[in-house]
T-cell receptor
Framework: AQSVTQPDIHITVSEGASLELRCNYS??????LFWYVQSPGQGLQLLLK??????LVQGIKGFEAEFKRSQSSFNLRKPSVHWSDAAEYFC?????????FGTGTRLKVLA | GAGVSQSPRYKVAKRGQDVALRCDPI?????LFWYQQALGQGPEFLTY????????KSGLPSDRFFAERPEGSVSTLKIQRTQQEDSAVYLC????????????????FGSGTRLTVV
């Protein structure tokens, strides 16, 4: 069965530091992969997506993610974190119309 | 509209009460989805509509949950005889395309309805 694992429940970084959020997936075919961000009381906003082609994907707000088939990973990165990036981040794998989400990583940013 | 609109934003229901949650998708979007997000968890799929047709309801937890989209636009998720375990945020999302291509574009989510059953 398809699944998504986000090993880190909480991550704390200082403003200006780099960030990497981990995501591992289990899927039989080439997956559609997504990263979403959720601020408190808000819905999910799409940061970036991967379908095929270049394995390094650029998204909004300065985020990028790299698809590594050999590691079944799709880690999210940002070179310099801003205080406004504090939120919860969800990785998801898409199978046609249905998405399977990880349990999320809550990011805290220290001033 | 410009985004996916959900109402109410918050709903408190007494156990056993029926509730109805509304979703207004982006105009022209073919696909509509409902997800349930329990506290501290990621969203979990409930059901999928392509226009007015409910093509997948495999995620609905019980027969107390019912969803409809009669005219292919607005959708309502109804929960009968609410239980405490129904407390969650209910997210609606829409997507421009339908069928196997739906995943290509990514969903647009609404802000959700937070249901608390007391």
């Amino acid at each position: 069965a398809q699944s998504v694992t986000q090993p880190d429940i909480h991550i704390t970084v200082s403003e200006g530091a780099s960030l990497e959020l981990r995501c591992n997936y289990s899927y039989g075919a080439t997956p559609y992969l997504f990263w979403y961000v959720q601020s408190p009381g808000q819905g999910l906003q799409l940061l970036l997506k991967y379908f095929s082609g270049d394995t390094l994907v650029q998204g909004i707000k300065g985020f990028e993610a790299e698809f590594k088939r050999s590691q079944s990973s799709f880690n999210l990165r940002k070179p310099s974190v801003h205080w406004s990036d504090a939120a919860e981040y969800f990785c998801a794998v898409g199978e046609t119309y249905k998405y399977i989400f990880g349990t999320g990583t809550r990011l805290k940013v220290l001033a | 509209g410009a985004g996916v609109s959900q109402s109410p934003r918050y709903k408190v229901a007494k156990r056993g009460q029926d509730v109805a949650l509304r979703c207004d998708p982006i105009s022209g979007h073919v696909s509509l989805f409902w997800y349930q997000q329990a506290l501290g968890q990621g969203p979990e799929f409930l059901t999928y509509f392509q226009n007015e047709a409910q093509l997948d309801k495999s995620g609905l937890p019980s027969d107390r949950f019912f969803a409809e989209r009669p005219e292919g636009s607005v959708s309502t998720l109804k929960i009968q005889r609410t239980q405490q375990e129904d407390s969650a945020v209910y997210l609606c999302a829409s997507s421009l395309r339908g069928g196997t291509g739906t995943g290509d574009y990514g969903y647009t989510f609404g802000s959700g309805t937070r249901l608390t059953v007391v």
